[in-house]
């Protein structure tokens, strides 16, 4: 591929910036990408405080792809000062056991030290400020090289580093909202994307990174699924900032996971059985289509769903489970039925690259993502991981030993998040 290859990414989170970064760094001179919000965009679901970065995988690929993440997050100047290490307890109740039993043997074999398996009580006895009975916490395993990364923050260090190099960032509402794909009507050639201003954007590869927005631009014969996971925050006082300062990262795959609170006292959580919302859009394809609350701010989290997540608190921190939220997100992502990331050249579709299907786990790999990315685009991927990312429609995962494992619910089934912020917002100006 030619240096001076039109190259058109479209979306901004994790996979389209660490695309950006890393072919800007191999010199390529005619890089732009499209996303309705500038860098780091609101809508992406790398835009966050904070993300997991850990190797637990039972997938060896992904679990050597975390080593080598954690060694940028933690050597890498652009990442200065975002990268935490707190320590993780990975844990299971029923149908996700297999996949934290493998993430242990597979942590093991590649030489991942301090793995320890502990029970309810031994983790009270280790980690003072957790109070709750645990129920549910079948089996748990710390690892103490797992941390968290300032997220946000962390795309738009990277965004920079990619604009110093000559990336053009298009953002907004009109002129960065990707509307459609422009396709030969004869060879199904793709030769560039339409925004929502009516801009014709040529290029000679156009990558889409659009995350959980992918199935709507793009029929994916059933391979990606917009999956919303429900995110809330509680504001801890100075003293308790400091009471829970020690608490590890928390994460029960069915159960939800846990975060120790960040400077300012933000305490975040969040629920692991997600969310779709089925439409049948204006191209005719029937797909889980995101909603968020930044594009409806009067909505808010289903009831069912955050009386879920109190419960599942009450089992860790019983003293915070009836505190107020001062937010909440429903943070989309592009979800593959058997968790391996979308990373290929469309099989008809010319000039037509998918950098996608994070699937709950992507953004801890933002350093080295993208390298992945444009070693596809020159053609010297690893053939390995060719097979693992390629084009794969039809092909029914029946795996058992997969994270998330809990099925999706129905946003329309659910209840009470239709203009809640209004309800509650006039509920308390009654007070």
């Avoid at 780091?40 to 080598?68: F, H, Q, V």
Wanted: glycine share 8%; with cysteine.
């Amino acid at each position: 591929m030619d240096k001076d290859t039109r190259i058109l990414i479209v979306g901004a989170g994790c996979f389209g910036t660490s695309t950006a970064y890393h072919l800007s760094r191999r010199g390529y001179t005619s890089i732009r990408v499209l996303d309705p919000y500038a860098p780091p965009s609101c809508e992406a679901a790398s835009t966050d405080i904070s993300k997991i970065i850990r190797s637990d995988y039972n997938e060896p690929l992904y679990a050597r792809l975390g080593i080598e993440s954690i060694e940028a997050w933690r050597s890498w100047s652009l990442f200065r000062g975002l990268y935490h290490v707190p320590g993780w307890i990975l844990s299971a109740a029923n149908l996700s056991r297999p996949f934290v039993e493998g993430s242990i043997e597979t942590c093991k074999k590649l030489g991942v030290q301090g793995l320890e398996k502990l029970t309810p009580d031994q983790i009270r006895s280790r980690f003072s400020v957790v109070t709750g009975k645990l129920d549910g916490w079948n089996i748990n395993v710390w690892n103490p090289t797992a941390g968290w990364a300032a997220a946000g923050t962390a795309i738009e260090r990277m965004a920079g580093a990619a604009q110093e190099k000559g990336v053009k960032y298009i953002s907004g509402k009109t002129k960065g909202n990707v509307q459609e794909l422009i396709l030969d009507d004869i060879t199904g050639e793709c030769k560039g994307v339409v925004t929502a201003d009516g801009t014709r954007h040529e290029a000679d590869v156009v990558i889409l990174a659009a995350g959980a927005w992918t199935p709507s631009l793009l029929d994916v014969k059933g391979q990606l699924t917009a999956k919303g996971h429900s995110v809330a925050h509680i504001q801890l006082t100075p003293s308790e900032t400091k009471h829970y300062a020690s608490m590890p990262i928390m994460d029960n795959l069915e159960l939800g996971y846990f975060f120790p609170p960040q400077e300012d006292g933000i305490f975040k959580m969040a629920h692991s059985q997600f969310i779709t919302n089925v439409q049948t859009i204006k191209s005719g394809i029937t797909t889980s289509v995101p909603h968020t609350f930044v594009q409806a701010p009067t909505d808010g989290l289903p009831l069912e769903i955050e009386a879920q997540m109190r419960r599942n608190l009450r089992r860790v921190l019983p003293e915070l489970a009836d505190r107020p939220f001062c937010y909440t997100r429903l943070c989309w992502d592009a979800d593959t039925a058997d968790r391996h990331f979308l990373v290929t050249p469309h099989p008809t579709h010319n000039r037509l690259f998918l950098a996608t299907g994070g699937s709950a786990h992507g953004f801890k790999f933002l350093p080295v993502v993208g390298k992945y990315v444009a070693d596809l685009l020159e053609g010297t991927l690893d053939p390995e991981i060719v097979s693992q990312w390629q084009w794969r429609a039809g092909q029914q995962s029946t795996a058992k030993n997969l994270a998330h494992l809990d099925p999706e619910m129905e946003l329309s089934d659910l209840t009470g998040w239709k203009g809640r912020q209004i309800r509650e917002r006039s509920h308390a100006s009654k007070l």
